[in-house]
Nanobody, 123 residues
Framework: EVQLVESGGGSVQPGGSLRLSCAASGFTFVNYAMSWFRQAPGKEREGVAAIYQSGHSTYYVDSVKGRFTISRDNTKNTVYLQMNSLKPEDTAMYYC????????????????WGQGTQVTVSS
């Protein structure tokens, strides 16, 4: 079964950090570009960060540059999102996605999706 399972979400104060993980199974992980998307209530799902197969190419939406870091471990079939200096506007459901992934951060280029993990940033 093709599957992506996210973990690591939670509640944190502004300025805090969280690390999201996404474990992949049922497909050849190393062949797929991977991304993190997020969706806040009443808003469109937006691409946050993308990483390509080797892990050397990464892309970020402007609003998270310098604060978030995407990485992957192809030996563990896992992709990560380190989120630092979190802001209330980062509050959303975060989804892991796998696919062809070009152009980066475009929903239609990804065909495997996880169920999401909630991130809430509030004082």
């Amino acid at each position: 079964e093709v599957q992506l399972v996210e973990s690591g979400g939670g509640s944190v104060q502004p300025g805090g950090s969280l690390r999201l993980s996404c474990a992949a199974s049922g497909f050849t992980f190393v062949n797929y570009a991977m991304s993190w998307f997020r969706q806040a209530p009443g808003k469109e799902r937006e691409g946050v960060a993308a990483i390509y197969q080797s892990g050397h190419s990464t892309y970020y939406v402007d609003s998270v540059k310098g604060r978030f870091t995407i990485s992957r471990d192809n030996t563990k079939n896992t992709v990560y999102l380190q989120m630092n200096s979190l802001k209330p506007e980062d509050t959303a459901m975060y989804y892991c996605a796998g696919g062809g992934g070009w152009p980066p951060l475009v929903k239609s280029t990804y065909n495997i999706w996880g169920q999401g993990t909630q991130v809430t940033v509030s004082s």
